[in-house]
């Protein structure tokens, strides 16, 4: 399969007035390739959307390397216009950060398909009502305004608007988390599909783990900063070997009504601008030992980030 995104060695931060800065992304590695859907998950301010961001050409980051197609997007030139991110979508928590309420959904919907004719991709014969019926609403939404819509359509209108500007990687920033129960999982997979079937990656943020597991061929598991577990879902979902990842799979809720926070998890998580020494999650793992003190663990080939599986 062809590695569409690469992200090697990846670190974005914030300065803060009079404090430390925050390194919200400390050393990021993450692949994506054509066709795969990649699953982003970990605790509220772990980075996941600071790493979205910087993938998309909207934050800038202070070190590492961000290639498509082999193509590096430079870092003095990271702006949507850039010809390396000009195939990059993103779609964000709350549809109305993507649409504009005062123009109708038809026009916003040709600007995508336009954005992708200026490219030179064949976007012959695509049509606002054509994208529409993919995502499943009538073409008659065309003529009509975002207000006039519910939270989870007007998230598929979001969605539409992404396609037809025919992304190689689609972005979701917990692009299910404002919807009802009801519609999440519907549009998590709607978005897979589509990505998938156009030959695209997705790159998928979210909380819901059980949704992760269910659209998503890898998962990657961040902690402060940094990517602590990655693999295919199965393996992770099957054999968590990270404690960090473990714990997060025990507080998924299971259909018998377990899973709550486990005990092994205690604490929040600490201020990213004043990480602990050595391994970032030493003060709350149950499976501490000296060395996680002293050292910080690098992501090693199997995919997990801790001195337990170090070799
Ligand atoms: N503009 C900013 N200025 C300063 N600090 C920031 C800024 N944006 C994010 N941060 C900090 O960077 C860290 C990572 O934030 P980020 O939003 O990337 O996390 P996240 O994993 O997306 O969280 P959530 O799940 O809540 O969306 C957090 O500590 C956050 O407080
Ligand atoms: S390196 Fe040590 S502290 Fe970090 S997760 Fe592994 S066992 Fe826990
Ligand atoms: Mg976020």
């Known amino acids: 399969m062809t590695c569409l995104l690469s992200v090697d060695d990846l670190v974005v931060q914030y300065h803060r007035p009079g404090a430390p800065p925050v390194r919200a992304v400390a050393g990021v590695s993450l692949r994506v390739r054509a066709g795969e859907a990649v699953g982003l998950v970990g605790e509220s301010g772990c980075g996941k959307s600071t790493l979205a961001r910087a993938v998309c050409g909207l934050t800038r980051p202070v070190a590492g390397r961000i290639t498509y197609d082999g193509t590096p997007v430079r870092p003095l030139r990271m702006r949507r216009r850039d010809p390396a991110l000009t195939g990059v979508q993103m779609v964000f928590q709350d549809p109305s950060g993507s649409l504009n309420p005062r123009r109708r959904v038809g026009t916003q919907l040709a600007d995508g398909i336009r954005a992708a004719a200026e490219r030179g991709e064949a976007a012959q014969g695509t049509t606002p009502e054509d994208l529409l019926r993919r995502v499943g609403l009538p073409a008659g939404a065309a003529e009509r305004y975002p207000r006039e819509f519910s939270d989870g359509q007007r998230q598929r209108i979001a969605i539409a608007r992404a396609l037809g500007a025919r992304p190689r990687l689609l972005v979701g920033d917990e692009p299910i988390s404002a919807l009802d129960?009801?519609?999440?999982?519907?549009?998590?997979?709607?978005?897979?599909?589509?990505?998938?079937?156009?030959?695209?990656?997705?790159?998928?943020?979210?909380?819901?783990?059980?949704?992760?597991?269910?659209?998503?061929?890898?998962?990657?598991?961040?902690?402060?900063?940094?990517?602590?577990?990655?693999?295919?879902?199965?393996?992770?979902?099957?054999?968590?070997?990270?404690?960090?990842?473990?714990?997060?799979?025990?507080?998924?809720?299971?259909?018998?009504?377990?899973?709550?926070?486990?005990?092994?998890?205690?604490?929040?998580?600490?201020?990213?601008?004043?990480?602990?020494?050595?391994?970032?999650?030493?003060?709350?793992?149950?499976?501490?030992?000296?060395?996680c003190h002293r050292e910080e663990p690098r992501l090693i080939a199997g995919g997990v980030a801790c001195h337990l599986y170090a070799p």
């Open 181 to 291: 129960a009801s519609a999440q999982l519907e549009v998590a997979m709607l978005m897979r599909s589509l990505a998938i079937e156009s030959g695209a990656g997705l790159l998928f943020i979210s909380h819901d783990l059980s949704v992760v597991r269910l659209i998503c061929d890898r998962i990657a598991v961040m902690y402060l900063g940094r990517i602590v577990e990655t693999g295919p879902v199965a393996e992770v979902w099957g054999d968590p070997r990270h404690p960090y990842t473990r714990a997060l799979l025990a507080a998924v809720p299971r259909p018998d009504g377990s899973g709550t926070l486990p005990a092994e998890l205690p604490g929040d998580v600490p201020d990213p601008g004043d990480p602990p020494g050595g391994c970032p999650f030493h003060p709350r793992c149950s499976r501490a030992f000296d060395r």
